[in-house]
């Protein structure tokens, strides 16, 4: 083939890599000719060179392995988040016939291939999907009343009947260039931005996440299968700064938490002031030692702007929180886990927990998990969790106005609404030692249909407290990969020495609808 031929079609996948007005270098190819302009921008990106002698040639004819290395320096500089369907389309044909060739020059096709697919995938440089959630409920409500003898739903609705279109969210994701990349969350009340950030790359492979961002590293780390996370699951403003070392993965984070002039009201109907803003900063390690065993540890630490809290019960000031964890894979399929959590909260002078004594300035909690997928037992998957928290541990009850920014944004194992752990609380900020006990096993029998249950018992250490148990069975049908229903009976029992303002028991079913798109 003749070479000017040859290359006016790779030109277009190079035509945004070059300069606007790259001058053509090769005196053979006039101003007037219908190749100037590619043969310019080629030159300009560096994917062809021409002879000593400033010449083109481009009517001699074009080997093989000519057009072979002018294809690899194509996919070396062509711009991925630019390139059209039909690029794409023509790079692959390229290198399906000029394959052997690259292979003799050194270029590993399978890397090319590699490349391919991630332009295939960021065709256009935009990329949206989504996912649209409602849930219909039905309460039992059996003689469930407050302190005031009123009406309540522990399931957090009015009446025996509700729908609730509870998530709807469109996620955006902007490929600037190789390094750099923008994505938002829209969703919430109003369709507003809920998150979005900028993430690209700094000298030394650091990559920086800066803006409204989510971290929740429990769940990244497999710590949590329901509603059950102990720190994290924030969403805050900030800089994320992450690297790797070998075997050994980091990140830090320092951002901000603006609280306001607000009015929060807390699980008991008490209203309040949170008007102080809240820095914090977030550090995490994982140490991958081999496939078998990982080590990792991670700090929340929260300094409060002001130490003077208008709460008309004052709490706490600074609130530390400081994790260790490891996994243990015995099997792929089969695994241990066991995690260990000690806080650092400045109390109040004079603060007490419900037995009159001063409280403590470091609670400690633990977890251990034995996680087995289906793959082990063959029909279904289990996850066994023990808990304990200390008495005056916080972290696991209601987000009292953020107050701590590590809180978690949902109760622990709460996963259908009811709060599991409301005995915990001998009134307000008290919080008492307690055990967790938590059991969910899940089947699989096909691409459509899967079961599941669930079952928690939590342990309470003050005399007259009775026990909360719940317990949850669902089934879930896939109409087909974007389309789930998930039908689910689930029943909380709160006991009768309970002084919270649950006094008996509820039971739920809950059709969800979820789309993914």
Do not use: C
């Not at 001699?60 to 039909?86: C, G, H, N, W």
């Not at 329901?226 to 320092?254: H, I, L, Q, Y």
């Not at 696991?396 to 106005?401: E, F, K, M, R």
């Not at 006991?495 to 919270?500: H, M, P, R």
């Amino acid at each position: 083939m003749k070479k000017i031929l040859a290359l006016v079609a790779v030109a277009a996948l190079v035509a945004f890599a070059a300069p606007a007005l790259a001058a053509n270098p090769f005196m053979d190819v006039p101003m007037n000719h219908w190749a100037y302009d590619a043969i310019s921008q080629l030159a300009a990106s560096g994917v062809i060179n021409g002879y000593p002698d400033a010449t083109y040639k481009g009517n001699q004819p074009m080997t093989r392995y000519e057009m072979a290395t002018i294809v690899a320096r194509a996919l070396a500089v062509v711009d991925m988040t630019k390139a059209s369907k039909q690029d794409v389309e023509m790079l692959k044909r390229l290198v399906v016939e000029f394959k052997d060739e690259l292979d003799a020059l050194g270029v590993k096709v399978e890397n090319i291939d590699e490349r391919l697919a991630v332009m295939e995938d960021r065709l256009g440089g935009w990329q949206l999907w989504g996912e649209f959630r409602m849930d219909t409920k039905i309460g039992n409500n059996d003689n469930v009343y407050d302190d005031t003898g009123a009406y309540v739903n522990a399931y957090g609705f009015g009446g025996e009947r509700d729908m609730n279109l509870n998530r709807y969210r469109i996620y955006l994701r902007k490929y600037i260039n190789d390094t750099t990349m923008f994505q938002a969350r829209i969703g919430g009340s109003g369709a507003v931005f809920e998150r979005y950030w900028i993430q690209t790359q700094l000298p030394w492979d650091i990559t920086l996440k800066v803006g409204n961002q989510y971290i929740d590293w429990e769940d990244e780390l497999g710590f949590y299968v329901d509603n059950e996370p102990f720190a994290g699951d924030v969403t805050r403003t900030g800089f994320m700064f992450s690297k790797s070392w070998g075997m050994a993965d980091v990140w830090f984070f320092v951002g901000h938490q603006d609280k306001g002039a607000t009015q929060w009201t807390d699980i008991n109907g008490k209203t309040y002031d949170a008007t102080t803003d809240a820095t914090l900063a977030a550090f995490r390690a994982d140490f991958n030692f081999n496939e078998k065993f990982r080590f990792g540890v991670m700090a929340y630490m929260d300094d409060a702007d002001d130490d003077d809290y208008t709460l008309t019960k004052k709490d706490w000031s600074d609130a530390n929180l400081y994790m260790a964890n490891f996994t243990v894979n015995f099997t792929p399929a089969i695994a241990f886990k066991g995690a260990y959590y000690m806080q650092d909260i400045d109390w109040a002078n004079g603060a007490q927990n419900y037995l009159g004594q001063n409280r403590d300035d470091s609670p400690k909690a633990y977890r251990a998990i034995v996680d087995i997928s289906q793959e082990a037992f063959g029909f279904t998957s289990l996850w066994l969790e023990y808990a304990h928290m200390d008495q005056d541990y916080i972290g696991d009850g209601p987000n009292y106005a953020g107050d701590a920014a590590w809180f978690t944004s949902d109760m622990a194992y709460d996963n259908y609404g009811a709060p599991i752990l409301i005995n915990r609380m001998a009134g307000g900020y008290n919080y008492d030692e307690t055990t967790v006990m938590f059991v969910r096993a899940k089947q699989k029998w096909n691409d459509k249909w899967a079961t599941f249950q669930r079952y928690v018992n939590a342990e309470f250490n003050a005399s007259g407290k009775d026990d909360t148990q719940n317990m949850s069975f669902g089934v879930e049908y896939w109409l087909n990969p974007a389309v789930r229903f998930e039908l689910v009976y689930d029943k909380v029992d709160y006991g009768k020495g309970s002084n919270q303002k649950y006094y008996d028991d509820d039971s739920l079913i809950r059709l969800r609808t979820q789309v993914y798109f």
